[in-house]
């Protein structure tokens, strides 16, 4: 069972920045294919960025050049550094870990607005 909790949301004006953490607990986290999701109000949820075991990403493609996600595996923690950020950025972010099922956290709330 892996267990996943996410920080570092919040209140932020267009053009800032956010880094969001997710700490994990259980075990085997380097196997574990990590990523990021959002879901905004009515919509549905999508991956923003995904970070495989041997360290290969991919983003989605309205976040390219915006945000980077990284993974400690000694410390079993992921990473989404995000800056220029935008108010479309707004959203329910969800960490995710990925091996033979999928599990979530619990969300943090990213706002983005003036």
């Known amino acids: 069972q892996v267990q996943l909790v996410e920080s570092g949301g919040g209140l932020v004006q267009p053009g800032g920045s956010l880094r969001l953490s997710c700490a994990t607990s259980?075990?085997?986290?380097?196997?574990?294919?990590m990523g990021w999701y959002r879901q905004a109000p009515g919509k549905q949820r999508d991956l923003v960025a995904q970070?495989?075991?041997?360290?290969?990403?991919n983003y989605a493609d309205s976040v390219k050049g915006r945000f980077t996600i990284s993974r400690d595996n000694a410390k079993n923690t992921v990473n989404l550094q995000m800056n220029s950020l935008k108010p479309e950025d707004t959203a329910v972010y969800y960490c995710?870990?990925?091996?033979?099922?999928?599990?979530w956290g619990q969300g943090t709330q990213v706002t983005v607005s003036s």
């Open positions: 995710n870990a990925k091996l033979y099922t999928n599990y």
């Open positions: 970070i495989t075991s041997g360290g290969s990403t």
């Open positions: 259980g075990r085997d986290f380097s196997r574990y294919v």
